[in-house]
Each structure stands twice: as C-alpha cells, then as structure tokens.
C-alpha cells in the first residue's frame, strides 16, 4: 500500500459539496490524504506513517483536467491556414484535408511521438485523462491504425471516421457512409463514435445512419453539433442518448433548453472559439439555462491548436461569459460527466488520485494569469508523473 499526504493546501477544490464549500467543494489549510491511487481522506493534521509528504502551502490542489474532446493522431500544419484567418479568412472544414493528406503520409511511429509530445504538454498543464477521436485517417486502414495509436495513450478513444469526405468519395459520399457502416464500423474497437455534422461535412440523416451503427456495434455516441451551421444535430444527440454534443456555437435557445432538460452534457471549445468565429458569451446561455456543461481543448491543428485546460478556462472566462467558479467546474467534473464518468473530475472519498498542484493561492489565478505556468506538479492515480502515460 502506498500513501501521500498533501498538506497544509491554501486552497482546495473537490468538487465534492460534501467536503467543502459550494459547488467546487472548497477548503483552506487541509491535508488530502492519498492511498493505493485513490483519495482516502480529508484531514485537519498529517496522519502518522504516510510514504510521502507534499507540503502544499500557498498553492492550490485541483481535480486533474479531463479534456473530453481532442484530435491528437495527426501529422502536418496549418499555421498558414491560421494567419489567414488572422487577414479575414472563414474557418471551413475544408482544411481537415490538408491534415487527412498528411497523417496518411506519415509512419506509426512519427504519429506516436506527435501525440506523445502533445500529451506531455497536456500533463504539465494538469490534464490528466483525454479522450482521443480518429478522423484524420478516413480509409479503413488509417483510421484503425489512428485507432491504434489513440489506445496506447488512453481508454477514451473515440471513432471519428465520419469528420469530412475523403477526397476520392466526393462525387460518391454515400460511398463513404457505407464504406465508414460496412468496413469501419465493425472493425473498431473505439468506446465512442463520433460524427462531424454539419455544413462541408455530414447531414443529419448521414449522422443517424452512422451513429446508429456504431451503437449498434457497442460504441457510444458523441456529436460535433452547431460549429459552423445550425442543423438538427442536438436533437438527433438527445434522442440517441449522447453522451455529449460539442461545439455548439451555433445553438438556437430551443437547442439549449433541449440540452437542458436532456442527460446529453454541452461541452464548449473556448481554444475553437479563441482561434475561429467567436460571437460573444455562448457559455453564459448554456449556463442560464442550467445545462450541464463541460469545456475541453479541441486540440486539433486547424480549429483549435492548444493543449491548455488552464488556457481554456481562460479563455471561457473572458470570451464565453463563465464565472472562474463555473470554468474550473467544467474542466473537470463537467468533462468527466462527458464521458460518463465519476472516479475523475473530482477529489471526493475513493476518486481516483488524479491531481494538479498549482503554483498560485487559488484556483482563480487560472483566469487572472493567463499564460502563466501555474501547474507545478501533476499527479496520475497518486503518483507524480513527468510524461504521459496511459
Ligand atoms: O473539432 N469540427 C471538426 N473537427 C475539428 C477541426 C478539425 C480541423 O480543422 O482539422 C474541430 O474543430
Ligand atoms: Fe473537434
């Protein structure tokens, strides 16, 4: 059995209301006790015999950030396409070709060390769970080696064979909605299946065909809703039961109370807003009308290259309209509940120990100080951990 003490926290986020105050479940002064990789207890002393002790005086202890949403299997780079946008250009999902071209081009391996260098750069900003999508690949071969990769880094891995139509189904993209049905589909061995829905990419009536067939092969679905264009993609998530819509930037209020009275989390990408069309408070609306919500990076490198949850929140903060309260909220449990999970995203009694320590005396220091290096160390199931590992 292994034990840490983190001791003496100026400030501690639990998420957990029965540990502390409010909704993030805060404390001062407090000694988080770890066993066995998971959280053991809450003190007011140091227990007596413990292996390790952190002291954490004037920093603060946060659930580690669960990005729901990344594309991290890809090759390439688009900075070009991002100065453009800088000029005036539109995003489009056009681009996903340029990444599609380059990530058939590349190797195993160079594609292993491109998500092993971004992973890093997530855990030294606290993440400490992703979910990882498919849908650079869009052959059945690529996309299961994409698959592949994904696996070794995470168990949240998700199909995203449906992103955009390969270049050789344009005149036949129905081809591509059978091949993806027939081929793709039945070799996966992803949790999730998900849909890029939307102008340039699938229509509704594509999306419910694939995503029935993922669930009907066990995966669970997840929808890229609203980003460019307005379409019925929210309520196609409500009635298949998904686990989240995402994006959203295009939401009626209809689609929001929808959400709102559904089990289907809105997960927001501020890192997409920040870098493509962002129209003002899209947050503010959702949280109004108390969906549940969860904000996650997007990494990808057309919309959204940044692998920061403390940039995200951030970000939500200034752009989205959320409270540093609300922000921090959904980078944790909000992406845990996107993913249908509850041993992460919070510190409460038998959590997984997955942590970030930061450098400042609050949490709020995530938005005040944008930019900033704020997360001194990054614990994994109770261990402190340099590198990502599944
Ligand atoms: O989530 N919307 C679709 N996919 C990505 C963008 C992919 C790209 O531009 O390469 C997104 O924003
Ligand atoms: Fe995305």
Redesign the pocket.
Known sequence: MSSVALTNIATLVTNSPELGEGPLGLSQGKTLVLEDGKVAALSDRTPEGVDEVIDCAGKTVIPGFVDSHT?LVFAGDRSAEFAARSRGEKYS?G??KT?VAATRAASNSQLTINAQTLLDEALSQGTTTVEIKT?YGLTLHDELRSLDIASAFTDETTLLAA?VIPEEYVNNPDGYVDLIIKEIIPASSAKWIDV?C?AG?FSPEQTRAILLAGKGAGMLPRI?AN?LSRTTAVALAIELGAASAD?LSASSDADIEALAASTTVATL?PG?EFSTQHEGKLGRRFLDAHAQVAIAT?C?????FTTSMPFCIAAAVSLLGFTVEEAVHAATSGGAAALRRSDIGNLAIGSRADIAILKSPSYIHLAYRPGAALVETTLKAGRKVKTWQK
């Open positions: 594309h999902a681009g996903i990444t849908g992103h890029f939307d990419a890229h980003q994006h990408l997409a997007d990808n490198p057309g919309s959204s």
